[in-house]
């Protein structure tokens, strides 16, 4: 039969896989891409070995079914023959060879035959190959080795044998026998045997195949409910020492072929890492072998078409068992017959070159890639094999082929993620605070309006209050009791002048003169009038380069006097205040740090509303920190608070930090 060939053995399905990369590791072919995050398997290079599909926890490989054109092969009227590989025995685990082969008559199949005696034909081939010629040979029987050869190694396709597999030489057998029309349907544990089936060389050979998986799949179908079973044994040519082809060295054993270590004529690999070291070896001469006896798998017992989870050796005993009980029952005589009938049988095929290979990148290339995933020297190439090639620089390669992303490198995608995390925790915290000045400038803007109008409405009144308690004050007799109160009205009337001016100072929209300011002169005029207690130090850190802003001096020296005043308040029992002067091109920063009491955790938040103080009744009108606020922001510049009031924390103080651009905005002319 022949099928597309760019239609893969084995699919990624895409919904199911985690991209975890242990099929890239496990393919021996390199068949599978990691394109935008997920893995594709490349049809042309894939070998169909069925390592992925045995490996992958999350089932996410899927085979290629053959199930519904077997039942339309079966439906067709055409004598049909089930050809079974000899591994059966080690998945069929809950049924005799006659009930199994029974079951298989039952699905409608006309012919139920054992290709361990194609295997028998192949055995005897390659002993004839090896008598009669000097040639070396790489045996011919694994659909996933001489697939490998083809596609990666085409310089030896000359050396391997020219005999058919066991599967090929059984259908060739049958139709002898039945007749050219016969189908024929394989059924066994390998998924590379598709391939070879499909192909352009074996054309026509085999009409389709069926893993025993699929086997399983069927016996358990609809159709043999309610049909009465009936054991049976298989058709004739039964087979001999052939049935033991899937087991290691079983086609040495079948041929009587002696694997010698002390002259390494013959040579026995299993298994993905043993099968590509043995014919890179055998293609380098280094192995000097007659025969070279591989197969992909370790045994075809261990064929990814197989559903059983039995371990290597249970399986092995189960087909030495069945082949030896079979031999005990089986007519020698019988045997020997078929064989002689198909002495000259053809059993002779070719190969054709199908390169694969991609040339390696150069040096400089495979550096830059190193480079782009961290790799600098040999002390960053951990060889860590998380991305499911053994080298950092093995994964650079095929990166440069297409076949692999730089994110499968797990060193490199944690340090991106760290990198990743670092800058989003950077923007969450920019966020968060242009959140909490966007919050704070809505409440101060509303406190702003509901100060203006108060401020407007009791300064009236206020200001007759205040009038006429000075005159009283001044008519009343000094020592009198009247006097006294008088008094006391006179000093709360101008205190609540003084809020009420605050009240307007803040609500205003206070027009900022700009003006070149030098900011360390400023700051040494300003320490020299400030007036401080004798137990509390101040001091000017000035780490400016350049020293020149536009501001408007008068406010900005009113913001520091503000905050100067505040420290001298923390600090009842004397302290150091610090202002720092320091900046970029940008950008001027002047902090005013002090040494007092601190202010609580729990206040931060609220300490530039309007009348919020944590001072005592009398004492203050909260308004000072709402109005520098406001100076700052007219100054398009920004100012934070950092405080500590837990000495259990370290050392307690408060730090203001007022950042301010050197150059005014320009206005935006209306259009």
């Known amino acids: 039969m022949t099928r597309d060939k760019s239609h893969p053995l084995v699919i990624t399905q895409k919904d199911k896989c985690r991209v975890c990369y242990t099929c890239v590791r496990e393919c021996p072919a390199k068949a599978i891409r990691i394109a935008d995050g997920q893995a594709e398997v490349i049809p042309e290079r894939c070998i169909g070995c069925g390592n992925c599909v045995k490996v992958c926890s999350q089932n996410a490989k899927k085979v290629l079914s053959s199930i519904a054109e077997v039942y339309d092969i079966l439906a067709s009227g055409s004598k049909v023959a089930a050809i079974i590989a000899p591994s059966y025995p080690a998945d069929f685990i809950d049924m005799d060879h006659l009930e199994f082969v029974g079951k298989i008559r039952a699905l409608g199949f006309d012919y139920v035959n054992e290709v361990g005696f194609g295997a028998d034909l192949v055995a005897r081939e390659m002993k004839r190959l090896l008598t009669e010629t000097d040639q ?113 060295r079983g086609l040495l054993q079948a041929a009587e072929i002696n694997e010698d270590l002390l002259s390494n004529d013959v040579v ?27 197969l992909c798998c370790d045994g075809c017992i261990m064929g990814a078409g197989m559903t059983s989870k039995e371990p290597l050796y249970k399986r092995r005993t189960r087909v030495g068992n069945a082949v030896r009980k079979a031999q005990e029952i089986r007519n020698a ?32 290339n495979i550096a830059k890639i190193m480079a782009k995933i961290g790799k600098f020297g040999k002390s960053d190439e951990l060889n860590c094999g998380a991305c499911g090639y053994e080298t950092c620089r093995e994964h650079a390669i095929a990166i440069l082929k297409g ?83 008088l008094q006391m009205i006179v000093e709360q009337a101008d205190r609540c002048k003084n809020i009420v001016s605050g009240l307007l100072n803040f609500a205003r ?54 905050l100067v005043n505040n420290s001298i308040t923390a600090m009842p029992d004397g302290g150091t205040i610090t202002i720092l002067a320091e900046g970029d091109k940008s950008n001027v920063k002047i902090s005013v740090k002090d040494t007092g009491t601190g202010i609580p955790k729990e206040h931060l938040s609220k300490v530039f509303e309007p009348f919020f103080t944590t001072k005592k009744i009398g004492h203050g009108t909260g308004l000072g920190l709402s109005i520098i ?43």
């Open 509 to 562: 929209q206070t027009k900022v003169e700009h003006k070149n300011v030098n900011i360390a002169d400023m700051l040494n005029n300003f320490i020299r009038t400030v007036q401080v207690p004798g137990n509390i130090a101040i001091k000017i850190d000035n780490r400016l380069e350049n020293p020149n802003a536009e501001i408007d001096r008068d406010q900005i020296i009113q913001v520091i006097t503000n």
């Open 136 to 248: 070396r040979y790489i045996s011919t029987a694994c659909p996933a080795v001489f697939g490998y050869i083809k596609r990666y190694h085409p310089q030896i396709v000359d050396k391997l044998a020219p005999v058919v597999s066991p599967m090929i030489a059984t259908a060739r057998a049958l139709r002898q026998i039945h007749g050219p029309d016969l189908k024929v349907v394989f059924i066994g544990p390998c998924i590379a045997k598709m391939g070879e089936a499909y192909s352009d060389e074996m054309s026509g050979e085999i009409d389709e195949v069926l893993t025993f998986g699929e086997l399983h799949h069927m016996f358990d179908d609809n159709v043999l409910k309610g049909i009465d079973i009936k054991k049976s044994d298989f058709d004739p040519p039964y087979a001999s020492r052939g049935s033991l082809f899937p087991i290691r």
């Open 629 to 671: 606020y406001g100076i700052v922001k007219m100054h398009n510049g920004d100012i934070k608070v950092e405080s500590n009031a837990d000495p259990t924390k370290g050392a307690t103080g408060t730090n203001f930090r007022i950042t301010l651009p050197r150059k005014r905005k320009p206005k935006h002319k209306a259009v």
């Open 333 to 364: 005589g019988e045997w020997r017959k078929y064989m002689g009938k198909f002495r000259n049988l053809d059993l002779s095929r070719t190969f054709t070159v199908f390169d694969q290979r991609i040339p390696d990148p150069e040096e400089a």
């Open 403 to 485: 076949l692999a992303e730089s994110e499968m490198c797990l060193p490199y995608t944690i340090e991106k993620l760290h990198k990743t995390i670092k800058e989003l925790h950077l923007s969450y915290e920019q966020l968060d605070d242009t959140k909490a000045a966007l919050i704070q400038s809505e409440k101060l803007a509303s406190m702003g309006q509901l100060a203006a109008g108060i401020a407007h409405e009791v300064n009236n009144p206020l200001g007759v209050v205040v009038m006429y308690a000075h005159l009283l004050a001044e008519d009343a007799e000094p020592d009198s009791e009247m006097s006294e109160d």
């Open 268 to 294: 026995s690999a299993n298994g993905k890492a043993n099968f590509i070291e043995a014919i890179t070896e055998f293609g380098y001469g280094d192995l000097n072998a007659r025969l070279l006896d591989v």
